[in-house]
């Protein structure tokens, strides 16, 4: 099955998706094991790799160790071409659709073909939408483009059905690692209305309580990362 079935496949009544996102410029190899332990007992469904700013290298020997440890599926989550490597699963193969910077709504992509070609990754197509969240974000700063404002209602749901029509399999709205506010749930709810693409969600989720209203309001897949690396025992409300 690929990884796309397998999110589609998902996405029933009451699940929940839970994918852990883990930055290699902040996570040692050395921290990995005890890590992914924690990981396998909650009941996360996917383990997303990338950041904005990573070294090159650093992804492939990331992944190499988180996929000794899992049999959840890797996938690339990539800020750029440098975190390409083919012993992950897949790629979220991401366009800054909440952007105008050329860069990243093509011209990275581009740039990316000659290495994905050469590998056996599964490329999921990925409308990507940064939505303001109260404090400038690091994937605001290094693609140099402003997120759609939280107020802007209208225009985050034609973004997102725009991503839809264009031929995009996943739509992402992202506040931003550390947000200072989460994606509000009517944002999500009137998105999710508006597609009929699965739906993820990440970016100032802190608690299970807001996860919970995430998939409440209409979230197929939930994305932590900086609730995990700042309180490792926030695994322990995520018990399977």
Same mark, same amino acid.
């Given at each position: 099955?690929?990884?796309?079935?397998?999110?589609?496949?998902?996405?029933?009544?009451?699940?929940?998706?839970?994918?852990?996102?883990?930055?290699?410029?902040?996570?040692?190899?050395?921290?990995?094991?005890?890590?992914?332990?924690?990981?396998n007992?909650?009941y996360?469904t996917?383990?997303?790799?990338?950041?904005?700013?990573?070294?090159?290298?650093?992804?492939?020997?990331?992944?190499l160790?988180?996929?000794?440890?899992?049999?959840?599926?890797?996938?690339?989550?990539?800020?750029?071409?440098?975190?390409?490597?083919?012993?992950?699963?897949?790629?979220?193969?991401?366009?800054?659709?909440?952007?105008?910077n050329?860069?990243?709504?093509i011209?990275?992509?581009v740039?990316?073909?000659?290495?994905?070609?050469?590998?056996?990754?599964?490329?999921?197509?990925?409308?990507?939408i940064?939505?303001?969240?109260?404090?400038?974000?690091?994937?605001q700063?290094v693609s140099?483009?402003?997120?759609?404002?939280?107020?802007?209602?209208q225009?985050? !749901?034609d973004?997102? =059905?725009? %991503?839809?029509?264009?031929?995009?399999?996943? *739509?992402?709205?992202?506040?931003g690692? @550390? #947000?200072?506010?989460?994606?509000?749930?009517?944002?999500?709810?009137?998105?999710?209305?508006?597609?009929? !693409?699965?739906?993820? =969600?990440? %970016?100032?989720l802190?608690?299970?309580?807001e *996860?919970?209203?995430?998939?409440?309001a @209409? #979230?197929?897949?939930?994305?932590?990362?900086?609730?995990?690396?700042?309180?490792?025992?926030?695994?322990?409300?995520?018990?399977?």
């Amino acid at each position: 099955m690929t990884q796309h079935n397998h999110i589609l496949n998902s996405i029933q009544p009451n699940a929940r998706n839970l994918a852990v996102l883990i930055d290699p410029d902040k996570m040692t190899v050395d921290a990995v094991a005890t890590f992914i332990t924690q990981v396998n007992q909650s009941y996360a469904t996917h383990i997303f790799v990338g950041g904005s700013e990573v070294s090159e290298g650093l992804t492939e020997i990331l992944v190499l160790e988180i996929k000794k440890h899992t049999d959840l599926p890797v996938i690339l989550f990539p800020g750029d071409v440098i975190q390409i490597t083919d012993k992950a699963d897949g790629i979220l193969f991401l366009s800054l659709i909440s952007g105008r910077n050329p860069d990243y709504l093509i011209g990275k992509q581009v740039e990316a073909v000659s290495k994905l070609v050469k590998t056996n990754l599964e490329v999921i197509p990925t409308g990507y939408i940064l939505i303001e969240n109260g404090k400038e974000t690091a994937v605001q700063r290094v693609s140099e483009t402003d997120p759609i404002p939280r107020h802007a209602l209208q225009t985050i !749901i034609d973004t997102a =059905v725009a %991503g839809a029509l264009l031929g995009m399999k996943l *739509i992402y709205l992202e506040a931003g690692s @550390g #947000a200072l506010h989460a994606i509000d749930p009517h944002i999500i709810s009137q998105v999710k209305a508006q597609i009929n !693409i699965p739906l993820i =969600v990440g %970016g100032g989720l802190r608690s299970k309580a807001e *996860i919970e209203t995430a998939y409440k309001a @209409g #979230a197929d897949v939930v994305v932590i990362g900086t609730a995990f690396e700042n309180d490792q025992s926030f695994f322990n409300a995520l018990k399977s």
